[in-house]
T-cell receptor, first 114, second 116 residues
Framework: DAKTTQPNSMESNEEEPVHLPCNHSTISGTDYIHWYRQLPSQGPEYVIH???SNVNNRMASLAIAEDRKSSTLILHRATLRDAAVYYC???????????????FGKGTLLTVNP | NAGVTQTPKFQVLKTGQSMTLQCAQDMNHEYMSWYRQDPGMGLRLIHY???????DQGEVPNGYNVSRSTTEDFPLRLLSAAPSQTSVYFC???????????????FGPGTRLTVL
């Protein structure tokens, strides 16, 4: 499986933008880039995903490098409720069965200061 | 919808005891899975299922059994609990099939298990 590399931790101030980086230099052409986050004492929750183009939803934006070897999750205005561990995950969804698995790394612990 | 529910929320076992962690979803998802999360670590896949009657092993299956007799339920059985199985266990579910390209997975709130 293609691997991802994320910083162990990042800090931000409330109401400021946050850019969470992810490197995935061995990504294959059929790997989607997914982001999940895990709030304290909760299960992970889906944030956003993309393949080649930048993506926006109500939670965040995903900027994908042209060569797809890296991506950045953007929280436009961090709030205290965004403090969580953020996971960048690659998934090949071209075949079924085991390819629905999510392989979690250690993620990035985001601290938001008031 | 209740989403993904897990019971119990907390459990303490003695070494050698057996128990079943329950997981249910009401979203008619084909795919269900179990993960464990140890302190400071990401989640690791234990077992997964792509539909009723079909299960397969994940990354860390030893010491655990699963079965999938219905679409809604996917229980995880600890056969003989060991202190190394102290962890937080998460169940997840999603649609499967190529028509749904992202297969967002929904996670339950977790079961915190301590084995003494």
């Amino acid at each position: 499986d293609a691997k991802t590399t994320q910083p162990n931790s990042m800090e931000s101030n409330e109401e400021e933008p946050v850019h969470l980086p992810c490197n995935h230099s061995t990504i294959s052409g059929t790997d989607y880039i997914h982001w999940y986050r895990q709030l304290p004492s909760q299960g992970p929750e889906y944030v956003i995903h993309g393949l080649t183009s930048n993506v926006n939803n109500r939670m965040a934006s995903l900027a994908i490098a042209e060569d797809r070897k890296s991506s950045t999750l953007i929280l436009h205005r961090a709030t205290l409720r965004d403090a969580a561990v953020y996971y960048c995950i690659l998934r090949d969804v071209t075949s079924g069965g085991s390819n629905y698995k999510l392989t979690f790394g250690k993620g990035t612990l985001l601290t938001v200061n008031p | 919808n209740a989403g993904v529910t897990q019971t119990p929320k907390f459990q303490v076992l003695k070494t050698g005891q057996s128990m079943t962690l329950q997981c249910a979803q009401d979203m008619n998802h084909e795919y269900m899975s179990w993960y464990r999360q140890d302190p400071g670590m990401g989640l690791r896949l234990i077992h997964y299922s792509v539909g009723a009657g079909i299960t397969d092993q994940g990354e860390v299956p030893n010491g655990y059994n699963v079965s999938r007799s219905t679409t809604e339920d996917f229980p995880l059985r600890l056969l003989s609990a060991a202190p190394s199985q102290t962890s937080v266990y998460f169940c997840a579910s999603s649609y499967s099939g190529l028509a749904v390209t992202y297969n967002e997975q929904f996670f339950g709130p977790g079961t915190r298990l301590t084995v003494l």
